[in-house]
């Protein structure tokens, strides 16, 4: 007996859909697998971080050279005096 038309294209789809899904079904097992190798095998290297830097008494500032803060104060009073 011969198909229609539609029929065939239906059987297309539903083949072509399925065969996509078991492509990415698989492709997410090989990923999870590789994920689980790589940590277990070569695990993220422990990080130390660098200390803080110092911090004023007052209010947790941080400490800043005076000439650093004459410039920076400089550049907001010119800064406003624009507007």
């Known amino acids: ?3 229609t038309l539609l029929q065939q294209g239906i059987d297309l789809m539903v083949y072509g859909m399925g065969t996509v899904l078991v492509f990415l079904t698989l492709l997410v097992i090989a990923t999870m697998c590789m994920s689980r ?12 971080e660098p200390k803080k830097k110092a911090r004023a008494a007052s209010g947790g500032a941080a400490v800043v050279e005076p000439r650093i803060e004459r410039v920076i104060a400089e550049a907001v009073r010119q800064h406003r005096a624009r507007r």
């Open 37 to 48: 190798l790589m940590l277990r095998y070569f695990p993220d290297p422990v990080v130390i």
């Open 1 to 3: 007996m011969q198909e």
